[in-house]
């Protein structure tokens, strides 16, 4: 599969798991539907400075187009383990900063 058409799948997916349209989508990166519809068919490219957009938008890591199997980046999968696991452990820290700090009293 060519690179462009996993792009596109990836963008399409994604702004469905959104429960955005074309529309909304494109209104909040500034391109026009046309263009949206063209990147999600595999039709064009995105440049850096609209994938960063399209990243940010879509609340997603912007390797996440490039995947061949994004699914391991939705809900209930990797990521949110994986920030989890970050969760717990700054939780942790913190509080032996605040034990170490009440110690120092």
């Given at each position: 599969?060519?690179?462009?058409?996993?792009?596109g799948e990836n963008l399409k997916r994604c702004r469905k798991a959104k429960k955005l349209s074309q529309e909304q989508l494109s209104e909040q990166v500034d391109i026009s539907v046309k263009h949206l519809s063209a990147l999600e068919r595999?039709?064009?490219?995105v440049s850096?400075?609209?994938?960063?957009?399209?990243?940010?938008s879509l609340e997603v890591?912007?390797?996440?187009?490039?995947?061949h199997e994004p699914?391991?980046?939705?809900?209930?999968t990797l990521l949110?383990?994986?920030d989890a696991i970050i969760e717990n452990r700054?939780?942790?820290v913190i509080n032996e900063?605040?034990?170490?700090?009440?110690?120092?009293?």
């Open positions: 599969m060519e690179i462009k058409s996993i792009f595999g039709v064009t490219f850096a400075e609209l994938l960063e957009r399209l990243a940010v890591p912007a390797f996440y187009f490039f995947v699914e391991i980046f939705c809900a209930d949110n383990r994986v700054l939780v942790k900063i605040k034990s170490d700090i009440r110690q120092t009293r």
